[in-house]
T-cell receptor, first 114, second 116 residues
Framework: EAQVTQNPRYLITVTGKKLTVTCSQN?????MSWYRQDPGLGLRQIYY???????DKGDVPEGYKVSRKEKRNFPLILESPSPNQTSLYFC?????????????FGPGTRLTVT | AQKVTQAQTEISVVEKEDVTLDCVYE???????LFWYKQPPSGELVFLIR??????QNEISGRYSWNFQKSTSSFNFTITASQVVDSAVYFC?????????????FGKGTRLSVIA
Protein backbone atom coordinates (compact mmCIF):
# COMPACT_ATOMS: atom_id res chain seq x y z
CA GLU A 1 0.00 0.00 0.00
CA ALA A 2 1.32 3.41 -1.02
CA GLN A 3 1.75 5.51 2.08
CA VAL A 4 3.66 8.07 4.08
CA THR A 5 4.43 6.99 7.62
CA GLN A 6 5.50 9.11 10.55
CA ASN A 7 6.84 8.14 13.94
CA PRO A 8 6.07 8.74 16.65
CA ARG A 9 2.44 9.70 16.30
CA TYR A 10 2.39 11.35 19.71
CA LEU A 11 5.28 12.74 21.72
CA ILE A 12 5.53 14.69 24.93
CA THR A 13 8.98 16.00 25.74
CA VAL A 14 10.74 18.68 27.73
CA THR A 15 12.42 21.86 26.63
CA GLY A 16 15.90 21.32 25.26
CA LYS A 17 15.80 17.56 24.79
CA LYS A 18 16.74 16.76 21.21
CA LEU A 19 14.20 14.74 19.25
CA THR A 20 13.68 13.36 15.78
CA VAL A 21 10.41 12.73 14.01
CA THR A 22 10.83 10.21 11.23
CA CYS A 23 9.04 10.27 7.90
CA SER A 24 9.18 7.53 5.31
CA GLN A 25 7.41 7.02 1.99
CA ASN A 26 7.28 3.89 -0.16
CA UNK A 27 6.32 5.52 -3.46
CA UNK A 28 9.79 6.47 -4.73
CA UNK A 29 8.80 10.11 -4.52
CA UNK A 30 11.43 12.77 -5.12
CA UNK A 31 9.76 15.68 -3.34
CA MET A 32 9.14 15.63 0.40
CA SER A 33 8.25 18.34 2.86
CA TRP A 34 7.29 19.04 6.44
CA TYR A 35 4.38 21.19 7.58
CA ARG A 36 3.26 22.27 11.00
CA GLN A 37 -0.35 22.95 11.89
CA ASP A 38 -1.31 25.41 14.59
CA PRO A 39 -4.79 26.52 15.67
CA GLY A 40 -5.95 29.52 13.71
CA LEU A 41 -2.92 29.40 11.41
CA GLY A 42 -3.57 26.45 9.13
CA LEU A 43 -0.58 24.49 7.86
CA ARG A 44 2.76 26.08 7.09
CA GLN A 45 5.74 24.56 5.37
CA ILE A 46 8.86 24.09 7.50
CA TYR A 47 11.37 22.48 5.13
CA TYR A 48 11.28 20.71 1.82
CA UNK A 49 13.51 18.46 -0.24
CA UNK A 50 13.59 18.18 -4.02
CA UNK A 51 15.62 14.98 -3.95
CA UNK A 52 18.36 13.16 -2.07
CA UNK A 53 20.82 15.60 -0.47
CA UNK A 54 18.77 18.60 -1.67
CA UNK A 55 16.91 20.40 1.09
CA ASP A 56 15.80 23.97 1.67
CA LYS A 57 13.85 26.15 4.04
CA GLY A 58 10.14 26.69 3.83
CA ASP A 59 8.19 29.44 5.52
CA VAL A 60 8.89 28.60 9.18
CA PRO A 61 12.28 26.82 9.42
CA GLU A 62 13.59 28.33 12.67
CA GLY A 63 14.41 25.72 15.27
CA TYR A 64 14.29 22.77 12.87
CA LYS A 65 16.72 20.73 10.81
CA VAL A 66 16.16 18.07 8.20
CA SER A 67 18.24 15.61 6.24
CA ARG A 68 17.66 13.57 3.10
CA LYS A 69 20.26 10.86 2.89
CA GLU A 70 17.92 8.34 1.31
CA LYS A 71 15.07 8.96 -1.07
CA ARG A 72 12.45 7.35 1.13
CA ASN A 73 13.30 9.09 4.43
CA PHE A 74 13.03 12.71 5.47
CA PRO A 75 13.47 13.09 9.24
CA LEU A 76 12.64 16.31 11.07
CA ILE A 77 15.09 17.16 13.84
CA LEU A 78 14.50 19.49 16.74
CA GLU A 79 17.90 20.07 18.31
CA SER A 80 16.58 22.02 21.30
CA PRO A 81 12.80 21.97 21.36
CA SER A 82 10.91 24.84 22.91
CA PRO A 83 7.26 25.16 23.95
CA ASN A 84 6.44 27.23 20.85
CA GLN A 85 7.20 24.12 18.79
CA THR A 86 4.24 22.36 20.32
CA SER A 87 2.22 21.59 17.23
CA LEU A 88 0.81 18.97 14.89
CA TYR A 89 3.37 18.01 12.27
CA PHE A 90 2.72 16.53 8.85
CA CYS A 91 5.14 15.02 6.41
CA UNK A 92 4.15 15.05 2.75
CA UNK A 93 5.58 13.61 -0.44
CA UNK A 94 4.91 13.81 -4.16
CA UNK A 95 6.43 12.26 -7.23
CA UNK A 96 8.25 15.48 -8.06
CA UNK A 97 7.93 19.08 -7.00
CA UNK A 98 5.27 21.10 -8.67
CA UNK A 99 1.86 20.32 -10.03
CA UNK A 100 -0.03 18.33 -11.05
CA UNK A 101 1.74 15.92 -8.77
CA UNK A 102 -0.50 15.24 -5.82
CA UNK A 103 1.00 15.54 -2.35
CA UNK A 104 0.43 12.59 -0.06
CA PHE A 105 0.30 13.38 3.64
CA GLY A 106 1.39 11.26 6.56
CA PRO A 107 -0.95 10.70 9.52
CA GLY A 108 0.57 13.50 11.59
CA THR A 109 2.70 13.70 14.74
CA ARG A 110 1.32 15.55 17.71
CA LEU A 111 4.22 17.07 19.64
CA THR A 112 3.99 18.70 23.06
CA VAL A 113 7.01 20.47 24.51
CA THR A 114 6.75 21.35 28.19
CA ALA B 1 2.38 36.47 -2.69
CA GLN B 2 -0.05 33.65 -2.33
CA LYS B 3 -2.81 33.77 0.21
CA VAL B 4 -5.89 31.74 1.04
CA THR B 5 -8.68 33.14 3.17
CA GLN B 6 -11.35 31.06 4.83
CA ALA B 7 -13.40 33.69 6.58
CA GLN B 8 -15.66 31.22 8.38
CA THR B 9 -13.85 29.95 11.44
CA GLU B 10 -16.65 27.72 12.67
CA ILE B 11 -19.99 26.66 11.23
CA SER B 12 -22.67 24.64 12.95
CA VAL B 13 -25.57 23.09 11.07
CA VAL B 14 -28.29 20.59 11.76
CA GLU B 15 -28.08 17.28 9.97
CA LYS B 16 -29.55 17.30 6.45
CA GLU B 17 -29.00 20.99 5.99
CA ASP B 18 -26.85 22.18 3.11
CA VAL B 19 -23.72 24.11 3.99
CA THR B 20 -21.23 26.10 1.95
CA LEU B 21 -17.65 26.69 3.01
CA ASP B 22 -16.07 29.76 1.49
CA CYS B 23 -12.56 30.05 0.12
CA VAL B 24 -11.00 33.14 -1.42
CA TYR B 25 -7.48 33.08 -2.77
CA GLU B 26 -4.84 35.49 -3.98
CA UNK B 27 -2.10 34.76 -6.47
CA UNK B 28 -0.23 36.54 -9.22
CA UNK B 29 0.29 33.41 -11.25
CA UNK B 30 -2.00 32.56 -14.11
CA UNK B 31 -1.40 28.85 -13.57
CA UNK B 32 -2.18 27.47 -10.16
CA UNK B 33 -4.00 24.68 -8.39
CA LEU B 34 -6.66 24.76 -5.73
CA PHE B 35 -7.36 22.04 -3.21
CA TRP B 36 -9.73 21.09 -0.46
CA TYR B 37 -8.74 18.81 2.40
CA LYS B 38 -10.82 17.38 5.21
CA GLN B 39 -9.37 16.85 8.67
CA PRO B 40 -11.65 14.66 10.81
CA PRO B 41 -11.26 14.51 14.60
CA SER B 42 -8.71 11.72 14.18
CA GLY B 43 -6.33 14.32 12.74
CA GLU B 44 -5.28 12.99 9.36
CA LEU B 45 -5.63 15.08 6.20
CA VAL B 46 -7.97 13.66 3.63
CA PHE B 47 -7.63 14.93 0.08
CA LEU B 48 -10.97 15.92 -1.45
CA ILE B 49 -10.32 17.72 -4.72
CA ARG B 50 -7.75 19.46 -6.90
CA UNK B 51 -8.62 21.95 -9.64
CA UNK B 52 -6.31 23.77 -12.00
CA UNK B 53 -6.78 27.40 -12.89
CA UNK B 54 -7.78 26.65 -16.46
CA UNK B 55 -10.71 24.47 -15.53
CA UNK B 56 -13.60 26.49 -14.18
CA GLN B 57 -16.14 23.75 -14.50
CA ASN B 58 -17.98 23.07 -11.30
CA GLU B 59 -17.53 19.60 -9.91
CA ILE B 60 -19.92 17.33 -8.10
CA SER B 61 -18.99 14.21 -6.22
CA GLY B 62 -21.91 12.66 -4.39
CA ARG B 63 -23.04 15.15 -1.75
CA TYR B 64 -20.00 17.35 -2.35
CA SER B 65 -19.78 20.08 -4.93
CA TRP B 66 -17.29 22.79 -5.71
CA ASN B 67 -17.82 26.17 -7.35
CA PHE B 68 -14.70 27.70 -8.88
CA GLN B 69 -15.00 31.31 -10.01
CA LYS B 70 -11.87 33.03 -11.24
CA SER B 71 -13.68 36.36 -11.54
CA THR B 72 -14.07 36.48 -7.78
CA SER B 73 -11.01 34.34 -6.91
CA SER B 74 -13.19 31.92 -5.03
CA PHE B 75 -13.35 28.16 -4.73
CA ASN B 76 -16.32 27.37 -2.53
CA PHE B 77 -17.29 23.96 -1.25
CA THR B 78 -20.88 22.86 -0.65
CA ILE B 79 -22.05 19.81 1.24
CA THR B 80 -25.61 18.86 0.45
CA ALA B 81 -27.74 17.10 3.05
CA SER B 82 -24.99 17.22 5.65
CA GLN B 83 -24.34 14.26 7.93
CA VAL B 84 -22.72 13.95 11.33
CA VAL B 85 -19.73 12.25 9.68
CA ASP B 86 -19.07 15.48 7.80
CA SER B 87 -18.03 17.11 11.07
CA ALA B 88 -14.40 18.06 10.57
CA VAL B 89 -12.05 20.93 9.87
CA TYR B 90 -11.90 21.74 6.19
CA PHE B 91 -8.91 23.40 4.60
CA CYS B 92 -8.70 25.17 1.29
CA UNK B 93 -5.20 25.36 -0.22
CA UNK B 94 -3.43 26.91 -3.19
CA UNK B 95 -0.30 25.89 -5.03
CA UNK B 96 1.27 27.92 -7.78
CA UNK B 97 2.78 26.17 -10.75
CA UNK B 98 6.51 26.57 -11.18
CA UNK B 99 9.88 24.92 -11.43
CA UNK B 100 10.92 25.63 -7.88
CA UNK B 101 9.36 24.80 -4.56
CA UNK B 102 5.61 24.79 -4.89
CA UNK B 103 4.26 24.31 -1.40
CA UNK B 104 0.64 24.13 -0.55
CA UNK B 105 -0.49 27.41 1.01
CA PHE B 106 -3.37 26.65 3.34
CA GLY B 107 -6.18 28.73 4.67
CA LYS B 108 -6.76 28.70 8.41
CA GLY B 109 -9.53 26.16 8.10
CA THR B 110 -13.25 26.07 8.81
CA ARG B 111 -14.51 23.84 11.59
CA LEU B 112 -17.84 22.30 10.59
CA SER B 113 -20.06 20.76 13.24
CA VAL B 114 -23.06 18.80 12.06
CA ILE B 115 -25.56 18.21 14.82
CA ALA B 116 -27.90 15.25 14.77
Amino acid sequence: EAQVTQNPRYLITVTGKKLTVTCSQNMNHEYMSWYRQDPGLGLRQIYYSMNVEVTDKGDVPEGYKVSRKEKRNFPLILESPSPNQTSLYFCASSLRQGNPYEQYFGPGTRLTVT
Amino acid sequence: AQKVTQAQTEISVVEKEDVTLDCVYETRDTTYYLFWYKQPPSGELVFLIRRNSFDEQNEISGRYSWNFQKSTSSFNFTITASQVVDSAVYFCALSEAGSGNTPLVFGKGTRLSVIA
